[in-house]
C-alpha cells in the first residue's frame, strides 16, 4: 500500500479543523499561552466569549501573555498597546492623539469554548463543525473529570491509533485491566462515516485483585467512535465497574509532537468515581505513553510501507487510512492508498 496523489503539509492538511488549546478552567481572567500547529497563541476571555491572537505584540515583539486583560481588550505589558478580540490595535498610550497604524495588529483566531475545552481553528472557514456530545449537556445528570494535560513525545495521530488499538490491550496494560490470557482479538466492524469511524468490541478485562480474592473478568463494551481529525469517544460498558465515557482529544502542536485532552463523563451519583478514574487512568496512560513515544518515526505515517497491519488492527488501519485521505486533500471516507 503507497499512497498516490500530491501530499499536502501537515499543517495545512489539520489547519482548518477545531482543534483544543486549554482546559476551559485553565483559563482564568489573565491571559494564558497555548501553542497550536506551531503557531504561538495567547488566548484571553472577553465580554462575549475567548479571545484567540498571536501571542507576540506587534509593536516589539513582547509576550502578549504576560499582559493585562482590559475591558478594552488584552494590553502588552511592555508599553501598553491594546489588542481587540480582532487582532486591532485599540490603544497607544505613548501617542494617544495619533491614529492607531494599520499594521499595529496581531493575527486573530477562531475560538470557541465547548466540552469543559477551549478550542482553536486556525482558518477562518473550518472544514468542520466542534465534535457533538449531547450528553455533556445536562450536568444534573453528567459529571465531568479531566486528566491533567497529556504531554508526550509523539504525533496526534500516533496517540489516537493508541487509543483505538485493541490488540495492545491484553499486553500493554497487563496489570492495570489488561488481560494477559485473552489477547486474541475477535473480529469487529468498522463503521466509516463521512466524518468519522466507529466499532465495538466486547474485551475481557481484568477487574484489580481485591485483598485475597483473585482478579475478575469484567467483560466490558467498549464503544470506540472518531471524530476526524484527533478525536475519540470512548464508551466503557464494564459488568462490575461504573459504565463510563472517556474523551480523548489530540492537539497537535506540530507534527512529532502533540498534547491530548482527556477526561471522562459519569453519572454524578457515582461519589468516588473521580478519585478512582485519575488514579486508574493515569497508570493505564502512563503505560501507553511509554510505548508511544518509543514508537519511530513518530510523525504519523501516511501509510503501512514501513508497517505490518494485519486484520486484527482493523480500526487504526481504517484511522490512518482516513487521515491519509485528507493529506491527500480527499474526503475521509475516500480511498486513500492503491
Ligand atoms: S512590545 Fe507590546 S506594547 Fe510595546
Ligand atoms: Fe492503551
Partial sequence: MSTAGEVRSYRDTFLPYW??????????????????????????????????????????????????????????????????????????????QTPVPER??????????????????????????????????????VATVPLPRLDWETSAGRMVEIVLDVAHLSFVHEGTFGNPEQPEVPAYDVEKRSDGLRAQIVYPALAPAVGSAPPRVDRTTLTYEVTFPFTARLTFKPTLFYPHTVYAVASPWSEEKMQCFYFASYHPRIRNFAELFVKSESAILEQDRRVAEGQRPRAHPLDFSGEVPVKADRLPIEYRRALAALRLGRPPDAPAWD
Avoid: K
Fill in 19 to 96: 482543534h483544543p488549546v486549554a482546559y476551559a478552567h485553565e483559563l482564568r481572567e489573565g491571559p494564558l499561552a497555548a501553542r497550536l500547529l506551531e503557531t504561538e497563541l495567547v488566548l484571553w476571555r472577553t465580554a462575549s466569549g475567548v479571545a484567540a491572537t498571536q501571542r507576540y505584540c506587534a509593536h516589539r515583539g513582547a509576550d502578549l501573555s504576560a499582559g493585562t486583560v482590559t475591558p478594552q481588550g488584552l494590553r502588552c505589558a511592555f508599553h501598553g498597546w491594546t489588542y481587540a478580540q480582532s487582532g486591532s490595535c485599540v490603544r497607544i498610550p505613548s501617542q494617544p
Fill in 104 to 141: 499595529a495588529r496581531v493575527n486573530s483566531y477562531l475560538a470557541a469554548q465547548r466540552h469543559g475545552l477551549i478550542w482553536v481553528c486556525l482558518s477562518p472557514e473550518p472544514a468542520a463543525p466542534l465534535p457533538e456530545w449531547p450528553e455533556l449537556a445536562d450536568s444534573a445528570t
